[in-house]
């Protein structure tokens, strides 16, 4: 069967896709930093246990009051790009969220049951004690699993000629199992989250160091170490995730190739730079080089969208209905609501600063 008789026909868009797109970009890049910050700091917390048989230590402490937190920001910031990508993409992602429905949808139940058990370990910490690393195994994995079953959408979503499988598997359990590009991409987001997690300790153990904790170099260097090992480990998987790419479906020739590869290639030197500062415990600069390879990754896996998709759609055949309203209806409450989240961030610090205690 030709899978383009699979494509629905799109919907009209309200203004040209170039600001749906940016606005795309922006709304992720946020959205997955928080996302590596909740997944990657679960995670070394994680390991943290296991090392130090169930220990509790400043680091573990910290990850358990601020989980809460970052996973409801994550959340709350994964819906603008799911409206944006849905606007662009929809008649892709609607089929692809059809085909795996039952995982899909599963994907809001075990959300609730990590942010429920995000809750146990903050509220029930010091009660928990030798049953805090099952907690936060449990977490880990149900975020794995979110995360697996993102990864399974996103990919599928972007290969129609694997959707005939549907006929052969109509029960809405279909992963995107077949496709070699799943294993690496999936790892190249954890591995990144753990990474991006250990500069957030990092940063924060920065922060106690500047008001005079004595304690806290020590964990600002652990951070460091976490950081720094994980993007070494995680360049490997790209380059992994770069060999299962398809043949010749980035060719420097074409505009999307060239600059593919020139994100990938700024992206990676900002990379080596990001560790050799990581590894110098160096925070700051390692945290501006950090953001900058992560919105150039960001970028190129919307070029690589855009390669996988060409042979059955371009942006310009979206149709335009010009109607500026919604998008400045959104601008208008964007603004709105980072204001009031910077103003609750801002509070929320000055009274931990006040008190000189953890979150
Ligand atoms: C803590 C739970 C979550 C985790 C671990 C997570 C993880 C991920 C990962 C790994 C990706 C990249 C997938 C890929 O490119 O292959 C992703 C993308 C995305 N996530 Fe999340 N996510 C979470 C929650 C959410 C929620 C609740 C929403 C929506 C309300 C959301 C919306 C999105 C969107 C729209 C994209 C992709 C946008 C695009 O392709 O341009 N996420 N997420």
């Not at 603008?80 to 085909?99: E, N």
């Amino acid at each position: 069967m030709d899978p383009a008789a699979l494509i629905p026909v799109p919907d009209a868009i309200p203004v040209h896709w170039g600001w749906l797109q940016f606005f795309l970009h922006l709304t992720l890049f946020c959205h997955i930093l928080l996302m590596n910050v909740t997944v990657g700091t679960a995670c070394i917390a994680m390991v943290g246990y296991l090392r130090g048989r169930g220990a509790s230590t400043p680091c573990t402490e910290l990850v358990s009051r601020t989980l809460p937190f970052t996973i409801a920001f994550t959340v709350n910031f994964g819906v603008a790009p799911l409206l944006f990508v849905q606007a662009l993409y929809g008649h892709f992602l609607y089929t692809s969220s059809i085909l795996m429905a039952v995982f899909w949808l599963a994907v809001v139940g075990l959300l609730i049951a990590a942010y429920a058990l995000a809750y146990v370990y903050k509220n029930l910490y010091a009660r928990l004690g030798r049953g805090r690393p099952f907690v936060v195994a449990l977490m880990v994995l149900l975020l794995f699993t979110v995360a697996f079953f993102f990864v399974n959408n996103f990919t599928l979503m972007q290969t129609p000629s694997n959707w005939s499988r549907y006929f052969a598997h109509p029960h809405g359990l279909l992963l995107n199992l077949a496709d070699p590009m799943l294993v690496p991409r999936f790892l190249h987001f954890m591995v990144g989250a753990v990474a991006i997690g250990g500069l957030a300790i990092a940063l924060w153990f920065h922060w106690r160091r500047s008001r005079g904790d004595q304690t806290a170099d020590h964990w600002l260097r652990h951070g460091c170490r976490w950081f720094s090992f994980a993007t070494i480990a995680n360049v490997a998987i790209g380059l992994w995730f770069l060999a299962a790419l398809p043949q010749g479906m980035l060719r420097p020739a074409t505009t999307t190739g060239w600059l593919f590869l020139l994100c990938l290639a700024i992206g990676g030197m900002l990379a080596v730079a990001a560790v050799l500062f990581g590894l110098a415990n160096r925070v700051l600069p390692a945290l501006a080089c950090t953001l900058a390879t992560l919105a150039l990754m960001l970028w190129a896996r919307g070029l690589l969208r855009a390669a996988l998709l060409s042979p059955w759609f371009s942006m310009e055949q979206l149709p335009l209905t010009p109607a500026a309203t919604p998008l400045f209806f959104f601008l208008f409450m964007l603004a709105a609501g980072l204001t009031l989240i910077a103003s609750m961030l801002h509070f929320t610090f000055r009274s931990w600063a006040g008190r000189e205690e953890l979150p």
